[in-house]
């Protein structure tokens, strides 16, 4: 026998086309019903065993015929919320209402080139660039330590690394996300020629055999990154370090 789907203007109150008017004697368990309530589609499936309570105050709604009497309700599925006509996208997108119910809401439209983000309170979108290109300097003769990088604007999940110390061969191009650190350094100081890869660090700079600093970003905050050094033997020299933070 195949399911009967009904197209209802309202849940309760029993008039045509309630959800409530159907006779619990013409219903069968799995026939269907979408109920078109303040805005939103509300879709429904018959359970000819239900017992509970009606309620359609908090999502999932329950209703009960009018005619109940031992069993059968109505049994909410999910809720699908509208979206305009114009498809023009308005704000709090895809939220979870106040009372739990799931839906599509719209989205506020952002400026041209932006990209949509939670915001850092993880409670609602906001749009933004969603990059940031800085600049820095370290100088590696300092004991091995900490470098704290700030004015970014968010919290990054990668950055990219371009460093080196001027006018000489020590140059390193990293990759880090806080927990992998990669980076592909100039190592002509060690043997001539020759580049090489490394997988401990984002930020390697050679001066000469046993002679070198390594960094990795060991913390992403809220407006940056820390970069931990690692001095080895006598370094010395001032680090440019150029880098790409990604959101």
């Not at 001027?166 to 650190?181: A, E, F, I, M, R």
Request: charged share 15%; with cysteine.
């Amino acid at each position: 026998m195949p399911y009967i789907t009904h197209n209802c203007d309202a849940l309760i109150g029993g008039a045509a086309r309630a959800l409530d008017s159907y006779s619990v004697g013409a219903l069968t368990t799995g026939d269907r019903a979408f109920v078109d309530e303040t805005g939103e589609t509300l879709r429904f499936k018959y359970n000819s065993a239900g017992t509970a309570a009606e309620n359609v105050s908090t999502h999932p709604y329950v209703v009960r015929p009018d005619d109940y009497s031992a069993g059968g309700n109505w049994e909410e599925q999910e809720t699908v919320g509208g979206v305009s006509a114009a498809a023009n996208l308005t704000a709090e997108a895809l939220a979870v209402g106040a009372d739990g119910a799931k839906g599509i809401k719209a989205l506020a439209l952002g400026a041209a080139n932006l990209k949509l983000f939670m915001n850092a309170a993880g409670s609602a979108n906001e749009y933004a660039n969603g990059t940031f290109i800085g600049t820095t300097t370290y100088d590696t003769a300092t004991a091995s330590g900490d470098q704290a990088i700030t004015g970014v604007g968010f919290k990054p999940s990668r950055i990219l690394l371009l460093t080196c110390v001027d006018s000489t061969s020590q140059v390193s191009v990293g990759l880090d996300d806080g927990t992998n650190h990669y980076c592909i350094i100039n190592y002509n100081a060690v043997a001539a020629g020759q580049w090489t890869i490394r997988t401990a660090y984002s930020i390697e700079l050679q001066q000469s055999v046993g002679v070198l600093s390594g960094g990795i970003v060991s913390a992403l905050g809220a407006d940056g990154f820390t970069i931990t050094w690692t001095k080895t033997g006598a370094k010395t020299g001032k680090a440019y370090i150029h880098y790409i933070a990604f959101r």
